[in-house]
């Protein structure tokens, strides 16, 4: 089985944060992803939400190495509308997986990801 890359909205220094075999390797502002699954650990979303304090939990999760993006926005906005992406956000006191902004509709993988600004956009399976 192949070690995976995981990503994660960085708490601190913001932006996202790829792991893989465990260590962190990048940080990066834009990235672009295929074939990603989104995972979020129940224990730990329970915990962050009892205690009261963020804790990384929940991940995008994809078997190729994430493509750092240097484009500019108005390059960046063309390729989020000409592929028709939809926006996801997850907050561990709202929702219980990743959901599609405005629907509440829960996302578990995407064909394609873009992320940029701290915000990601999907093209969904």
Do not use: Q
Not at 30 to 55: H, I, L, P, Q, Y
């Amino acid at each position: 089985m192949a070690a995976k890359y995981y990503i994660y909205r960085n708490l601190n220094r913001g932006g996202f944060s790829l792991k893989y075999k465990g260590l962190v390797i990048a940080n990066m502002l834009r990235f672009t992803a295929d074939n990603v699954e989104f995972r979020v650990s129940e224990a730990s979303r329970k915990r962050a939400v009892r205690e009261g304090r963020r804790n990384v939990h929940a991940y995008m999760v994809c078997d190729n190495e994430p493509i750092g993006l240097h484009w500019k926005d108005e390059t960046l906005e063309k390729h989020i509308s000409e592929n028709d992406m939809k926006p996801i956000y997850y907050h561990p006191l709202e929702t219980e997986t990743f959901v599609i902004a405005g629907t509440s509709t829960p996302v578990t993988e995407a064909e394609h990801i873009v992320a940029t600004d701290e915000k990601v956009f999907i093209t969904p399976k």
